[in-house]
């Protein structure tokens, strides 16, 4: 959908921005460019929609080389989001979101009904939002309106450069989240640019990663994080790469120990002989329908179903189940249940169904076995991981 061929950038004074770039946006794609400052992110950006020419290269746009189309007749088919926003001062929200659609003729009353559509879009209330002033706003506010109006003409590409840069960090993670569910209803095909090696793990279904004009890796953000393919690319995503591969690496059926499991409804006396034979210290309990419905200790059983608690069962036994993820959710996400809930594992569930349970073990097992599949192009399940345990 946006393709750069070999494409470089010399500025008059001789600096070299960009240098021979080679890269490639599939058609409903999010790649995040992310580097230090200076390093040619928004000269890149900018070549895009014509408000720079390259001096060698070129960059195709739906298959057609921009430098052959009209820059006023490309601009409307690539919205465009930058950090300072830039909005019109002297306009409401509802007009500044209208801007691109009434520039390219709309009529009035349509225009601004998209802009009404676009603000709710973004979570602004049109009716309270849309006659004020952008000095009426926040800071996150007024980017979501920025957001707003480079959609409002409906372009198939948009461009962002450092679009959430300008707020706090709380407010950055909201808007970032924000952007991918709605990102998800529009599949645009975006070219995010950031210096937040975070923002760039966490937006991108691609990162392109940087050097000085030049792009030393591009590639999933798992596979960034997981083998960096030079020096250069490790340093800038960190020392904490693996912790980071944590948050974009899933939680697969595979990964799952499957625990000892006790019914609802069978006697406590019976579950404690049962688990004991098979040197469990806990049970994983579920209802008769499969669904998880918590855990017990076979100590506490085996207490329980002596004497007068001959009745009891397991269900008047069970813990509640606090660590619990859905399978898709990160490793990371598994980790901080298990830290927040002082929990030695946690269970995963697909809807109610109870699947299995991950434990630290484990954890690091698919860690370790998605690092390996990518450094190897193979699938996860086809790694064969030996633990200590084995040796
Ligand atoms: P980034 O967005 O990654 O911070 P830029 O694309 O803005 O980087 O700049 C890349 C390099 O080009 C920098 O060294 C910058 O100083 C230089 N540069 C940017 N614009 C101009 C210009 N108009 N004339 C000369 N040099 C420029
Ligand atoms: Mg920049």
């Known amino acids: ?95 500044n979101t209208a801007t691109v659609p009434a520039l390219i003729g709309w009529k009035r009353a349509k225009a601004r009904a998209r802009a009404a559509e676009l603000l709710d879009l973004v979570g602004l209330d049109p009716s309270v939002y849309g006659s004020r002033y952008p000095a009426q706003l926040s800071g996150g506010q007024r980017q979501r309106v920025g957001v707003a109006r480079a959609l409002a003409a409906d372009p198939p590409v948009l461009l962002m450069d450092e679009p959430f840069g300008a707020v706090d960090p709380v407010v950055r993670e909201r808007l970032q989240n924000e952007f991918l569910a709605l990102q998800a209803q529009v599949r645009k095909t975006v070219l995010l640019v950031t210096h937040d090696i975070e923002e760039a793990v966490r937006m991108g279904d691609r990162i392109a990663v940087y050097g000085q004009g030049r792009v030393e890796q591009f590639d999933t953000p798992a596979a960034v994080l997981g083998t960096p393919a030079s020096a250069y690319v490790a340093r800038f995503v960190g ?67 002596r004497g007068e608690g001959a009745g009891t069962t397991v269900g008047d036994l069970a813990r509640r189940m606090e660590a619990w993820v859905p399978l898709g959710a990160s490793l990371k996400k598994a980790f901080s249940e298990m830290l927040q809930h002082d929990a030695g594992w946690v269970a995963v569930v697909d809807g109610s169904r109870f699947l299995g349970v991950l434990t630290p073990a484990k954890l690091h097992e698919a860690l370790r076995r998605s690092v390996d599949a990518d450094e190897r192009g193979i699938g996860r399940d086809e790694v064969e991981f030996h633990s200590v345990a084995d040796a």
Not at 36 to 52: A, H, Q, W
Not at 61 to 80: H, K, Q
Not at 275 to 302: C, M
Request: aromatic share 4%; proline share 6%.
């Open 239 to 305: 020392a904490d790469r693996g912790l980071k591969r944590l948050a974009v690496t899933t939680i697969e059926p595979d990964d799952l120990e499957q625990p000892p499991l006790a019914r609802l409804d069978e006697p406590a006396a019976d579950a404690a002989v049962r688990l004991r034979s098979g040197r469990a210290r806990w049970a994983v309990v579920l209802d008769p329908e499969g669904e998880l419905h918590g855990w017990v200790a076979t100590d506490t059983l085996a207490e329980a179903g």
């Open 1 to 95: 959908m946006i393709r750069f061929e070999q494409v470089s950038k010399v500025y008059p004074d001789g600096t070299t921005a960009v240098d021979g770039l080679s890269l490639e946006v599939a058609e409903g794609e999010l790649v995040t460019l992310v580097g230090p400052s200076g390093c040619g992110k928004t000269t890149t950006m900018m070549m895009v929609n014509r408000l720079i020419e390259p001096t060698a290269g070129r960059i195709l746009v739906d298959g057609e080389d921009i430098s052959t189309v009209d820059p006023v007749r490309l601009r409307r088919r690539i919205g465009y989001v930058i950090q300072q926003v830039g909005l019109f001062p002297h306009r409401t929200v509802l007009d």
